[in-house]
């Protein structure tokens, strides 16, 4: 099975531009093109929140159009950007939004991976939070299944390195830790936020963050508290879940050189 992620997409009304300047809604289109054509496809996307920037209802409209060309099922979770009730209006064709206690909470069990989307979001907090009713929820769901399980949310729980992420972290994030500990079977966990790819293990289970498919964050680990935008390449991630377990790689969207062969007849080419 492979499991796509997409995340911090930062949809804006139609003709308006992230920051002046990013035309997210024409990088989504890319992104979707892409995973569309990955030989083999994806299962499923997994789409890690900052769905759109500004929580409206024509973002979420604009959102909907522009995903709904993806030939596989995909599952949203809300980002700091978003807006649960908008949301949900935008989407009422997906009953897992519904979500639990006015959480978006879901679990997924049509695949050979378990699939859990965990709504890490507080108006107001930028950073996301892990409270205790987020982890009785956690505990009690991932207690009905020993089956290999992908964890999805918005917000990383790990430090990055980068100082303006690390100034506002999840709070909470010790009792999820607790949480993932009881829980072996949790055999992975992405998420976005930091416009970055970055990988981790945390609390025993393997973690990646993931780049935008838009704009990415300016690499700077120091202590700074500045944030800063940078047009690298967006890309997504695919887990390749076998008998094995899991393995994650970036694809990167775009149009690049090659592949160009670096064997002739058998012989390595010099």
Request: net charge negative; with cysteine.
């Amino acid at each position: 099975m492979i499991i796509a992620q997409i995340t911090d997409l930062h949809i804006k009304p139609p003709g308006r531009l992230a920051y002046r300047k990013v035309d997210t809604a024409a990088h989504l289109r890319r992104a979707v093109a892409h995973l569309n054509g990955l030989d083999p496809r994806p299962a499923v996307v997994l789409v890690t929140g900052d769905l759109v920037d500004g929580g409206t209802p024509a973002e979420y409209a604009e959102l909907r159009a522009l995903l709904a060309p993806l030939a596989m099922p995909f599952y949203l979770v809300p980002g700091n950007h978003d807006a649960r009730d908008a949301l949900r209006a935008g989407f009422p064709d997906h009953p897992w939004l519904a979500g639990d206690g006015g959480f978006i909470h879901y679990a997924v069990d049509d695949h050979p991976v378990r699939l859990i989307g965990l709504d890490t979001t507080e108006p107001g907090r930028e950073g996301g939070i892990f409270c205790a009713a987020r982890a009785r929820w956690l505990d009690a769901t991932l207690a009905q299944s020993d089956k290999p399980t992908v964890l999805f949310m918005h917000h990383p729980p790990f430090a990055t390195g980068m100082g303006y992420h690390d100034a506002d972290r999840m709070a909470g994030r010790e009792a999820l830790a607790a949480v993932l500990r009881r829980h072996r079977h949790v055999a992975w966990a992405v998420c976005g936020h930091v416009h970055r790819c970055i990988a981790v293990n945390w609390a025993g289970v393997p973690m990646t963050a993931m780049s935008s498919t838009a704009h990415q964050l300016r690499l700077n680990l120091t202590t700074s508290t500045d944030l800063m935008i940078a047009m690298e390449p967006p890309g997504c991630q695919l887990l390749a879940w076998t008998a094995e377990g899991m393995a994650a790689h970036v694809s990167p969207i775009g149009a690049f050189e090659g592949p160009y062969p670096i064997f002739e007849n058998g012989i390595l080419i010099d």
